[in-house]
Structure formats: C-alpha cells, structure tokens
C-alpha cells in the first residue's frame, strides 16, 4: 500500500514569498498524482493534475512538479487568498491516497 | 456545466445508518468513477471508496470495509453511500468527487458540496 508523506505540515510565510510543499511516495507512483486546495469550510479546489497540469482559473503563481517518488507544489509569489491547507494525492490500483496536507499561513 | 449536488446533513443516533446521495449533472454519468471522502472536524481527508457508474464495480478503504456500501442508480445519475452501524467518530463532512474517465492522469476534478453528519446520541 502506497503512503504519501507531505511536508511541512505547517509553514508560515509572507506575502511575496516562494514556497514549495513537497510529497514522498512510498514507492513509484504513475502520472495520477494531484494537488487541492481547501480553505476553511470549503470543498477541496483541484489545483494541479497529472503532477504538473495546472487547472483551468488556477493562478500561474501555483506550479507542480514531479515524478517516481517525489512530487512538489510550489507558490512563487505567495498571496493573501493563499492562506488555505494544501493537500496532494494519488490513485494507485484503485486506492486513492492523500496526504496529511500542509496549512499555509500568511504571516 | 458539470455539477455534482449532495443530499442535505444528516443528524443521527449511534448504531444507526445512513444513506448520502451524489446526483451529477452536465457530464456523462455512466463513464464517470465516483470517490468519497470524509473529513472529520480539523482533520485531513480520508478515502472511503471508489465506484464505476457503468457497472458499480467498487473499490473500498480497507479502513472502511465492512461499514460502508456504495451503489449507483445510473437510470437518475446519482451515487450513494450507504454507512452502517454509526459512532460518534463517523460524525464528519462526507464528499462525493468525480473521475470522467479512467484515463491515466484524469483527476477527481469535480466535488459535491458535502454532507454534514453528526452522530450524537
């Protein structure tokens, strides 16, 4: 069974700043392979598939990369609607995973 | 425009069941895989399952086996999930997504709106 370990669980940054989340998979896992973003109260938003297809109305800012094992989302210019807990996952055999997600804060 | 509209929150009493529906609209129902989540007050998201609308072939979390039954109605474009025997660690916001197919790479793009439900006796 396929784990995904997200990190950090937490980060802090300011407004303006490039920050990167990153998700180890326990071993290879094929191109489905996503990242969501919720904030409080709100449904999971579909940021980025297939590691690195960002969505449609999804800002530039937001960038994913990745493949095998390690998958990273990144944020070049982080802003204030930002602030939200990102979440990545996979579908491997059927088995859809998550991570743990990462909450983002603006300092 | 592809929606996908789940029933209202559900109150229930401990060792009840429960039924939650996912009606899609906008895209085609039958070739669609539907997932469901939870997401228990200030946790992560937890997979339940997965279900094919063409032919209900489903896929449960080991977690969850045992406890939960998905089904589809595909004659009205709506997927259920079925939870038996509730405890107060079910209580949660339950979400339905979509698949549109199972081409590599296509994602859970779309989500139901969620159902809050509590188990509180």
């Known amino acids: 069974d396929v784990q995904l370990t997200q990190s950090p669980s937490f980060l802090s940054a300011s407004v303006g700043d490039r920050v990167t989340i990153t998700c180890r998979a326990s071993?290879?896992?094929?191109?489905?392979f996503a990242w969501y973003q919720q904030k409080p109260g709100k449904v999971p938003e579909l940021l980025i598939s297939a590691a690195s297809t960002l969505q449609s109305g999804v800002p530039s800012r937001f960038s994913g990369r990745g493949s095998g094992t390690e998958f990273t989302l990144t944020i070049t210019s982080l802003q204030p609607e930002d602030s939200a807990t990102y979440y990545c996952?996979?579908?491997?055999?059927?088995?859809?995973?998550f991570g743990a997600g990462t909450k983002v804060e603006i300092k | 425009e592809v929606q996908v509209v789940q029933s209202a929150a559900e109150l229930k009493r401990p060792g009840q069941s429960l039924k939650i529906s996912c009606e899609g609209s906008g895209f085609l129902f039958l070739d669609s895989w539907i997932a469901w989540v939870r997401q228990r007050p200030g946790e992560g998201l937890e997979w339940l399952g997965i279900i094919y609308a063409g032919d209900s072939d489903a896929r449960y979390s080991p977690a969850f086996r045992g406890q939960v039954t998905m089904s589809v109605d595909a004659s009205i474009n709506t997927a259920y999930l079925h939870l038996d025997s509730l405890t107060t660690s079910d209580t949660a916001m339950y979400f339905c997504?979509?698949?549109?197919?199972?081409?590599?790479?296509?994602?859970?793009?779309?989500w139901g709106q969620g159902t809050r439900v509590t188990v509180s006796s």
């Open positions: 996952q996979c579908l491997d055999s059927y088995i859809l995973h």
């Open positions: 071993r290879d896992i094929d191109n489905f």
């Open positions: 997504a979509r698949r549109a197919s199972n081409v590599a790479g296509t994602p859970f793009d779309s």
